[in-house]
């Protein structure tokens, strides 16, 4: 039977990467569990591991005295003698015990801590697995759909994870098979388990596709300045060349079109305005409130900006319910008044 235990171990630690020792230490406290269930919590024992061998053996530790009043933890001189000839008062007597006698209810308590063990050491390890992966995208699949709150179970590869209603891209609809890139904005440790909040709708997502999509971003050479996002609609992104000789937007547009296109398919068709940033307030904020084209910008005062725009641009300008001067405000940092000539 130990060696069918050490085997098994061995098969957890290479499966699922439990470690040999954690276990023989869950192995440890179970045996020890069992002995105060069959004997009394006050009872001591002593368990002996040997690895080499294969070997477990579980010993009763009682103090030996001349008069016994508590027999879970005491033993007679006379009764220690018949054990060990070397048994003196004062000292500790051991029996060996043999866990195949413990009754079932022992047996059944020291499975359980086993079993706690393994699920424990397992949540660990999806945690710290998660933890490498936090503020990262992942792809995943989506297993389960709850038609009652919109949430999504999808598999992230390191286990199954809730993408909610809330963290998904308004208007889209994902099935069972889809196959959605999330990212993992926050990990939480529970009792239970860690908490994995996924998510569709944060703007780290789209800038981290692009980082996925575009080399020149990836490699260091072109870099993202600020990005907003009003998810399912809109996103501005601004971007600069550490390089003369790279264009910032075309690099992310890509020839034809086809790396911008990636992005926008894993989207769901969401619209992107890729916006060449400057230490130029004016020219960033021109650029920022493209389609609009824009006449001229005044600052006023720190972070205040006066556009002027002809007529027919005003509406595009300022966009659907505000959305386009709203965005490029939090892309600049700047709080923006648009004006007609």
Known sequence: MNSELFAALDALEAEKGIPKEYMLERIDQALTSAVKRELGQNANCR?????????IKVYEQLEIVEVVEDPSTQISLEDARKISKKSALGGICE????PKNFRRLSAQAAKQVIIQGIREEERKQVRAEY???????????????????GAVVVDTG????????????PGEV????????????EVRSETRGPIVILSRTHPNLVKR????????????TVLIKSICREAGSR??????????????????????????????AELGGEKIDIVRYSEDPGEYISAALAPANVNSVEIEGERNARVYVDADQLSLAIGKEGQNARLA?????????????
Do not use: W
């Open 158 to 169: 390191t286990s199954e994870a809730v993408l909610v209603r809330d963290e998904q891209i």
């Open 95 to 98: 029996v060996e015990m043999k």
């Open 47 to 55: 368990v002996v591991i040997n690895e080499e061998k294969h070997d």
């Open 329 to 341: 405000a939090r892309l600049t940092g700047f709080k923006i008044d648009i004006k007609s000539n």
């Open 235 to 264: 996103t501005k992104i601004a971007v600069y060349s550490r390089d003369p000789d790279v264009d910032a937007v075309g690099s992310c547009v890509g020839p034809r079109g086809v790396r911008i296109g990636n992005i926008l």
């Open 131 to 149: 933890e490498t992966k936090r503020e990262e995208i992942v792809t995943a699949q989506v297993v389960k759909v709850d038609t009652t709150d």
């Open 209 to 220: 596709l692009f980082e996925l999509e575009i080399p020149e971003i990836e490699d260091g």
């Open 174 to 185: 994902l099935r069972v098979g889809d196959r959605v890139k999330v990212y993992i904005s």
